[in-house]
Structures are given as C-alpha cells and as structure tokens.
C-alpha cells in the first residue's frame, strides 16, 4: 500500500514538472526533421522502422507564425513527397497548434524538450473518443509521438 501512494506521488509530482515546462516561441522556430515516430501501447513505446526516406519529413516553424509541414511517404529510391501543408502555429500551454483559422485546427500537438536537444510532439486528445466498435476506439484514442531534431 505504502509503495503504490509513494509510486502515485511520484507520478504526480513527474507530471506536474512536466507540465509546468513553459513554452517559448524562440525555443520552437526553426526547422525539425524527423528523427522517430511512433506510438504507445500503454506506457510502452513502439517505434515505427521508418527509413532514410521517410525520414525526411519534417516541420518549418517560422516566426511569422506560418508552419510548413513536409510529408514524404516511400522508401528509399522511390521517395514520393507530398504537396508541403502551410499553416498557422500557435503556442497554447504546453502545446502547439498548426490551424488553419480558429475552427479549423489540423493538428495539435504536446511538446516536451529532451535532454538531447531534440523535441518530442505527443497526440493531444483532449477528450477520449467513444465508439461501440472497441478496436476503433482504441486506435482513435492512440497516443503517437514524433522526435524532432533542429537542424537550423
């Protein structure tokens, strides 16, 4: 019993610590290429075997507030681009917002500085979706994550 309330106490504390993590525009702008992705199942991380080619997707976060994102799908000598999605961005809390007007958000992500200098972008999921189908449900409420490095 006494582990699991020391346990609780410290995920609450590593959590608050956490969130209290302040957002700066300057510690954003830039330009960030891809350095993992994937998902968690759980508290556990899966990586998605990404390649050299899709490796190169990335995101551009300029200070006039337009975002650029690239996507690039394929693999390696048959790498297919997709058509760059230019957005707005904006810093709310602890998270980043790519929209396109105020009811139209594309993305919205939590952002977490590793000690490694990258930034990792979690799914934001502000209220968990419900479905009667539970496999759908799961992989709506499925948290993914990206590691981005700046590269300038």
């Given at each position: 019993m006494m582990r699991m309330i020391f346990s609780?106490?410290?995920?609450?504390?590593f959590s608050s610590l956490v969130s209290a993590q302040k957002l700066k525009k300057e510690d954003v702008l830039g330009f960030w290429k891809l350095k993992e992705s994937g998902f968690y199942e759980g508290k556990t991380k899966v990586k998605k075997d990404f390649d050299n080619c899709r490796l190169m997707?990335?995101?551009?976060?300029?200070?006039?507030?337009?975002a650029?994102?690239?996507y690039v799908e394929g693999s390696v000598g048959d790498c297919?681009?997709?058509?760059?999605?230019?957005?707005?961005?904006?810093?709310?809390?602890?998270?980043?917002?790519?929209f396109v007007d105020d009811k139209n958000i594309l993305?919205?992500?939590?952002v977490t500085f590793n000690k490694d200098k990258t930034m990792l972008f979690s799914s934001y999921i502000p209220i968990p979706a419900k479905n009667s189908d539970a496999k759908?449900?799961?992989?709506?409420?499925?948290?993914?994550?990206?590691?981005?490095?700046?590269?300038?």
């Amino acid at each position: 019993m006494m582990r699991m309330i020391f346990s609780t106490a410290f995920i609450l504390a590593f959590s608050s610590l956490v969130s209290a993590q302040k957002l700066k525009k300057e510690d954003v702008l830039g330009f960030w290429k891809l350095k993992e992705s994937g998902f968690y199942e759980g508290k556990t991380k899966v990586k998605k075997d990404f390649d050299n080619c899709r490796l190169m997707r990335n995101y551009t976060l300029r200070e006039d507030g337009f975002a650029v994102y690239n996507y690039v799908e394929g693999s390696v000598g048959d790498c297919m681009p997709s058509e760059p999605r230019l957005s707005f961005w904006r810093i709310v809390d602890n998270r980043i917002q790519f929209f396109v007007d105020d009811k139209n958000i594309l993305e919205e992500v939590m952002v977490t500085f590793n000690k490694d200098k990258t930034m990792l972008f979690s799914s934001y999921i502000p209220i968990p979706a419900k479905n009667s189908d539970a496999k759908l449900e799961a992989i709506l409420n499925t948290i993914h994550y990206s590691i981005l490095e700046k590269q300038y």
